[in-house]
């Protein structure tokens, strides 16, 4: 393949080579050049300069770039496509199988995409692993590290991804195609002529790809993001306007990137185009994505600091993206430019494509208006979640439009939340309309009144433990946001939960809650300042002390002076993108609001919405749910809705919503509330009691029955997960059907038996290797688990007791803190033998303890273990403990920093030395001790005499052998090392330092 590739790049380089081929010297480096270590760093590399690909040599005195493919030949030019398959990706190692690609796409002799085909007994799933065993092996290397994006496909169902280390691939990154009207396409036949036909194929890898810079990640778009660009580009080459209707969490701002990208590179009367926005607090964040996006691309994106910025970026004569703010534009065009001037005369003169987000919002009609008569030759293209209809439309002002299809044109595209819940791009919802109703003229009343208040926090702060994910342990867990019908109301709520917090009000924290997140709950507050509002002067002051509280808690020093800046960091805090803000110590729990962060916020670890004010229009109902939904983690399955008022009134405005926004009127529901859920509940009780209701009915079931238990069980875990997520969920309310969580635990006990049976029948191709059944993981499982930093406060708390408090009295404290620790060590039980051993020798003698501060005994307890271990592996393997060290406490989900640099420092000579002596020193040992039993005559089973491969492993570091009296060859010996590192160090100390 190598030798077809060179032949491409000279025939398409021929001026420049000037008729002679490249010497085998000057071909290595290209090879050498082209081979990437990392798919990120490939697409870096194929984005070219201004579309355009090179790779460089030497020839002389003279430097040679020669174009490997050119980006803007698509279905012609110099692009030369070509289909292989079969191809066969030599081992690396001698204990490795060779590897036979089935087929890969190749542009100019590159591998560009490549698919993996299963026959219709497997799952496409089967072909997901394999690509990333594949890339575990290392085969996607050479040539083949250009691979962009995989296809997968058992023939009736086809998937696409983008390029990735195996680490980062997961199944839900996997999307399916879907034509122009949001049909699913997933024959491979048809999904080939969609997507893998020229100029398609080259398209997803050119235009529809995206390289985001932050976290070097190479991001493909979803057939309906590309559907909207391509229909945006066909109405801007008709000189027609209109608006893409893509609900909220599905990704409008990488489309909207690629919609304006894309205008201004394929229709060259486009002078400028503008993503037009509203909110001052967003326009940093939407440009800060959008030059992540760009970074790697062929044009650039530029903000707006001020207006001045913006005027300047309108007359430099560039063909550039700009982002900047809807106040920023209008100031521009009413105040600064003036008729007549050259300014005035140039941006007047200039076609202009806006992209505005939230156009129903961003845009008002009004301005709209005044916007287009100072841009003449403008378009508009405007992306929402939620349109604005003629059930919901603007109040009626002269002539002034009133929906979003009078504002912009036609629907150019949908994608509506219904369709979106259905092919897993956003999640559903669960609403749960708790609290009373109560007669119209008491309501302000009551739903302002310190009980209701109270009743409300009690519900958010311990009947809950499922919607913030507190089972998922420290630093995993969700937030949720709290919004309250005025700024008054938020203020109130802050001042009850921060009394709450410090044990001064009657309202008490579960110990059930403490004992799983002893911090819990972590919150904060924002809301709009204006200084024109009468209760300016006090909702000042009061931020003032909520600003306090804040820098307290996280060491920031926030000011009402940088209010903005404190925003800001409250955003990402909330979004928890950045590495630093994954940490529990930076993390909260709950944000009070009463508009903020309702609308374009996007926070994937939020996974709640509390609601205590009256309903919303039919357009903030469903855009304030939609910063619950967004994908995050397989735990995270719905998006999650607690209203606290008027529930009769809510679930008529819920439905109303929901229903409008799954298809403009039409269409169902795609909520769901508690007695729904529970009647599914029951349902799949019954169903699964059919087929057995003990383990030994479920034993003696054929094998087809047992793969219905194994299905109709994952229904009812699902089920009953969804179920106790409800906040109103209580035990008793299983009685009805004879349910326990007992009898759950009997059916997950015997399904996990189950699925080990039947996975042992699913095997790849002949010869292949077992594959699991697939990686559904049980929901309702999972329990709340006791914190490690609530086990220590009980320790820290026993310890200042010390003979203040009877023997007695202290003993069954110590018995009781053992009962926490023995149910925290199910979970980790590295940790929880460090905690068993303090307990045993505080039992022997507290009085030792008096005065010590247990955070600091245990970490020196952690820190001895961890180091024990790190020594033992570096004396077996011969390397330095200090290389070993660092790569443990860098190592992160099974990947190491540096793998190759602790290969280089083990030192072979020394081990391969010490191995032969050891070995020698063995056989002469074991013919000593032979000899000796045979001259006393003792009877063979009474002997205990070491064998010669186990005596020289031990001298030797106790590195595994390859044979008698031989060492391990140098390559499985440096094998033999990572393998040892991950599966044996790691393991045994990973749950120490990452405590």
């Known amino acids: 393949m190598k030798n077809h590739f060179k032949y491409i790049l000279e025939q398409n380089n021929k001026a420049k080579l000037d008729g002679k081929p490249l010497t085998d010297s000057e071909f290595a480096k290209i090879r050498n050049d082209m081979s990437h270590p990392s798919f990120y760093d490939a697409a870096r590399w194929l984005t070219g300069e201004n579309g355009k690909v090179y790779v460089h040599v030497q020839r002389g005195n003279e430097t040679l770039h020669l174009v490997v493919m050119n980006n803007e030949h698509i279905a012609g030019g110099s692009s030369v496509y070509e289909v292989i398959n079969q191809y066969q990706a030599a081992k690396e190692e001698a204990d490795q199988r060779d590897r036979r690609f089935d087929v890969s796409l190749m542009i100019n002799g590159v591998p560009i995409i490549h698919i993996e085909l299963k026959n219709k007994s497997h799952s496409y799933m089967d072909g997901f692993r394999q690509i990333k065993k594949y890339i575990e092996e290392g085969k996607f290397r050479g040539l083949f590290s250009n691979v962009q994006m995989f296809v997968v496909s058992n023939g009736v169902d086809t998937k696409y991804f983008a390029a990735a280390r195996a680490n980062e691939l997961h199944k839900e990154f996997l999307t399916g195609w879907l034509d122009s009207e949001n049909k699913p396409v997933c024959e491979l036949s048809d999904f080939a002529d969609d997507v893998l036909h020229i100029p398609q194929a080259h398209e997803m890898v050119t235009k529809y790809t995206v390289l985001d810079k932050d976290y070097k990640k190479i991001l493909i778009l979803r057939p309906y993001q590309i559907h909207a660009i391509e229909a945006m580009r066909e109405a801007s080459r008709r000189g027609k306007s209109g608006f893409i209707w893509h609900t909220t969490g599905s990704g409008k701002t990488m489309t909207s990137y690629k919609s304006t990208r894309n205008l201004l590179m394929d229709i060259p009367s486009i002078d400028k185009t503008i993503f037009l926005i509203d909110r001052k607090d967003l326009d940093r964040q939407t440009t800060m994505a959008f030059q992540s996006?760009?970074?790697?691309?062929?044009?650039?994106?530029?903000?707006?600091?001020?207006?001045?910025?913006?005027?300047?970026?309108?007359?430099?004569?560039?063909?550039?993206?700009?982002?900047?703010?809807?106040?920023?534009?209008?100031?521009?065009?009413?105040?600064?430019?003036?008729?007549?001037?050259?300014?005035?005369?140039?941006?007047?003169?200039?076609?202009?494509?806006?992209?505005?987000?939230?156009?129903?919002?961003?845009?008002?009609?009004?301005?709209?208006?005044?916007?287009?008569?100072?841009?003449?030759?403008?378009?508009?293209?405007?992306?929402?979640?939620?349109?604005?209809?003629?059930?919901?439309?603007?109040?009626?002002?002269?002539?002034?439009?009133?929906?979003?299809?009078?504002?912009?044109?036609?629907?150019?595209?949908?994608?509506?939340?219904?369709?979106?819940?259905?092919?897993?791009?956003?999640?559903?919802?669960?609403?749960?309309?708790?609290?009373?109703?109560?007669?119209?003229?008491?309501?302000?009343?009551?739903?302002?009144?310190?009980?209701?208040?109270?009743?409300?926090?009690?519900?958010?702060?311990?009947?809950?433990?499922?919607?913030?994910?507190?089972?998922?342990?420290?630093?995993?867990?969700?937030?949720?946001?709290?919004?309250?019908?005025?700024?008054?109301?938020?203020?109130?709520?802050?001042?009850?939960?921060?009394?709450?917090?410090?044990?001064?009000?009657?309202?008490?924290?579960?110990?059930?809650?403490?004992?799983?997140?002893?911090?819990?709950?972590?919150?904060?507050?924002?809301?709009?300042?204006?200084?024109?509002?009468?209760?300016?002067?006090?909702?000042?002051?009061?931020?003032?002390?909520?600003?306090?509280?804040?820098?307290?808690?996280?060491?920031?020093?926030?000011?009402?002076?940088?209010?903005?800046?404190?925003?800001?960091?409250?955003?990402?805090?909330?979004?928890?993108?950045?590495?630093?803000?994954?940490?529990?110590?930076?993390?909260?729990?709950?944000?009070?609001?009463?508009?903020?962060?309702?609308?374009?916020?996007?926070a994937p670890c939020l996974s709640t919405l509390f609601i205590d004010r009256q309903p919303m229009t039919p357009q903030n109902l469903i855009q304030a749910f939609s910063r619950t939904n967004r994908l995050f983690d397989a735990d995270k399955r719905y998006g999650q809705i607690v209203t606290f008022q008027s529930p009769e009134a809510f679930k008529q405005a819920v439905d109303e919503a929901v229903t409008m926004y799954s298809r403009g009127g039409e269409g169902k529901p795609v909520s769901e509330d508690f007695e729904t859920v529970k009647g599914q509940f029951e349902i799949s009780v019954h169903a699964t009691r059919a087929l057995g209701r003990s383990p030994e009915e479920i034993e003696a079931l054929s094998k087809k029955q047992k793969w219905n238990f194994v299905h109709q069980f994952r229904d009812l875990d699902t089920n009953y997960a969804h179920l106790k997520a409800f906040s109103s969920f209580e035990p008793a309310m299983l009685e009805k059907s004879g349910f326990s969580q007992d009898e759950y635990e009997m059916y997950a006990g015997v399904y996990k038996n189950v699925l080990e049976e039947l996975k042992t029948e699913i095997v790849d191709e002949p010869g292949g290797e077992a594959e699991p059944v697939d990686e559904y993981d049980l929901l309702a499982y999972k329990k709340v688990t006791i914190d490690y930093d609530y086990i220590v406060e009980l320790l820290q708390g026993f310890i200042d007791d010390i003979g203040s408090n009877e023997a007695e009295d202290m003993a069954e404290r110590l018995k009781a803190i053992r009962e926490r620790v023995l149910e925290f060590s199910e979970g980790d039980p590295k940790l929880g033998a460090l905690l068993l051993e303090v307990l045993d020798r505080m039992r022997e003698d507290s009085s030792a303890f008096a005065g010590e501060d247990i955070s600091v005994i245990l970490q020196e307890m952690r820190t001895e273990a961890i180091e024990g271990e790190i020594l033992k592996f570096a004396r077996k393997w011969f390397i330095s403990p200090d290389v070993v060290r660092y790569e443990a406490y860098k190592y992160r989900n099974g990947v190491m920093e540096g793998e190759s640099q602790l290969k280089d420092s083990a030192d072979y000579a020394a081990y391969k030395a010490a191995y032969m002596a050891a070995s020698t020193a063995a056989t002469a040992a074991e013919a000593a001790a032979n000899s000796e039993a045979a001259a006393a005559d003792t009877d063979a089973d009474d002997a205990a005499v070491e064998p010669a491969s186990v005596a020289s492993k031990s001298a030797a570091g106790g590195a595994a052998g390859s044979g008698a009296g031989q060492p391990l060859p140098k390559f499985r010996y440096r094998k033999a090392l990572i393998e040892d590192f991950k599966n044996t160090l790691m393991p045994e100390i990973e749950p120490l330092i990452r405590r």
């Open 293 to 602: 996006y760009a970074s790697e691309d062929t044009i650039d994106v530029d903000d707006t600091e001020n207006v001045g910025v913006l005027l300047k970026r309108l007359t430099d004569g560039k063909r550039q993206m700009i982002v900047t703010t809807r106040q920023k534009m209008q100031i521009l065009v009413t105040k600064r430019l003036k008729e007549g001037t050259k300014s005035y005369e140039t941006i007047r003169g200039l076609k202009v494509a806006f992209v505005v987000d939230e156009c129903h919002r961003s845009v008002t009609p009004q301005t709209k208006r005044d916007l287009e008569r100072f841009f003449t030759r403008s378009l508009w293209y405007g992306f929402t979640g939620t349109p604005i209809f003629e059930q919901n439309s603007y109040e009626k002002k002269g002539d002034l439009a009133q929906t979003t299809e009078q504002l912009y044109g036609d629907c150019l595209h949908s994608y509506t939340i219904k369709e979106a819940i259905h092919d897993e791009a956003v999640l559903g919802f669960m609403v749960e309309y708790l609290g009373y109703k109560v007669p119209e003229e008491d309501e302000a009343a009551v739903y302002s009144s310190e009980a209701h208040m109270r009743n409300v926090l009690d519900m958010i702060l311990n009947h809950s433990a499922a919607k913030f994910g507190l089972q998922k342990g420290r630093g995993q867990t969700y937030e949720a946001i709290l919004t309250t019908s005025s700024i008054e109301q938020a203020q109130k709520y802050y001042d009850l939960l921060t009394r709450v917090v410090n044990g001064d009000d009657e309202l008490k924290v579960s110990d059930e809650i403490h004992q799983a997140l002893p911090d819990f709950p972590k919150f904060a507050i924002t809301y709009s300042l204006s200084e024109n509002e009468e209760a300016s002067y006090v909702n000042q002051e009061k931020m003032k002390a909520f600003l306090d509280d804040y820098n307290r808690m996280f060491g920031t020093t926030y000011t009402l002076e940088n209010i903005q800046i404190y925003n800001k960091n409250l955003n990402d805090r909330l979004a928890r993108k950045r590495p630093l803000f994954q940490q529990r110590e930076q993390q909260l729990d709950l944000v009070i609001v009463v508009d903020r962060l309702l609308t374009g916020f996007d």
